[in-house]
T-cell receptor
Framework: LAKTTQPISMDSYEGQEVNITCSHNNIATNDYITWYQQFPSQGPRFIIQGYKTKVTNEVASLFIPADRKSSTLSLPRVSLSDTAVYYCLVGDPPGGGNKLTFGTGTQLKVEL | GAVVSQHPSWVICKSGTSVKIECRSLDFQATTMFWYRQFPKQSLMLMATSNEGSKATYEQGVEKDKFLINHASLTLSTLTVTSAHPEDSSFYIC??????????????FGDGTRLSIL
């Protein structure tokens, strides 16, 4: 399983765009990139998943460069409720019978 | 869609007691379920992987006789912490995934069970 590296913490203000970058230098050809969000005392919540280029859904965008050695989760116009831990995971393929290895995650703190 | 329900959400019991935690996929059939443990301020640690109708696969260092996992149906997996001791106190989280549309689907997580052993 490819190892991931993320910033331990980030601070932002309401209304700003937040970009969290994850490094995964030894990502394998079949690996997908998945991001989860976790609030205290809750299970992680799936945010977005991608393999290459750009993926967008109703809550976030995921940017993956051509070499796939990193990825960036973009949260547009964050609010206080986006304060949480964000995990970047790399696995082949997503879900199913394949294990996920959680790294340390990024603690995002959004203030007024 | 893709709702995973975990019960109970919180339990306190005396040392030596066995505790059963249930994990249900409410609106999909889970071919695989996973059990994680999370200590305060730490990340999730995978304990075991279970496929319906077969024995669970435990991660290195996880005692299979201590943490009994049963995955008897495509919508239910249980984790039983046998003869629990204070060091077993933790946040236990399950997840479930399925095979749909010709591909594996992302894991969806329950809201966890806070276990406190006195």
């Amino acid at each position: 399983l490819a190892k991931t590296t993320q910033p331990i913490s980030m601070d932002s203000y309401e209304g700003q765009e937040v970009n969290i970058t994850c490094s995964h230098n030894n990502i394998a050809t079949n690996d997908y990139i998945t991001w989860y969000q976790q609030f205290p005392s809750q299970g992680p919540r799936f945010i977005i998943q991608g393999y290459k280029t750009k993926v967008t859904n109703e809550v976030a965008s995921l940017f993956i460069p051509a070499d796939r050695k990193s990825s960036t989760l973009s949260l547009p116009r964050v609010s206080l409720s986006d304060t949480a831990v964000y995990y970047c995971l790399v696995g082949d393929p997503p879900g199913g019978g394949n294990k996920l290895t959680f790294g340390t995650g990024t603690q995002l703190k959004v203030e007024l | 869609g893709a709702v995973v329900s975990q019960h109970p959400s919180w339990v306190i019991c005396k040392s030596g007691t066995s505790v059963k935690i249930e994990c249900r996929s409410l609106d999909f059939q889970a071919t695989t379920m996973f059990w994680y443990r999370q200590f305060p301020k730490q990340s999730l640690m995978l304990m075991a992987t279970s496929n319906e109708g077969s024995k669970a696969t435990y991660e290195q260092g996880v005692e299979k006789d201590k943490f009994l996992i049963n995955h008897a149906s495509l919508t239910l997996s249980t984790l039983t912490v046998t003869s629990a001791h204070p060091e077993d106190s933790s946040f236990y989280i399950c997840s479930a995934s399925s095979w749909s549309g010709g591909s594996n689907q992302p894991q969806h997580f329950g809201d966890g069970t806070r276990l406190s052993i006195l």
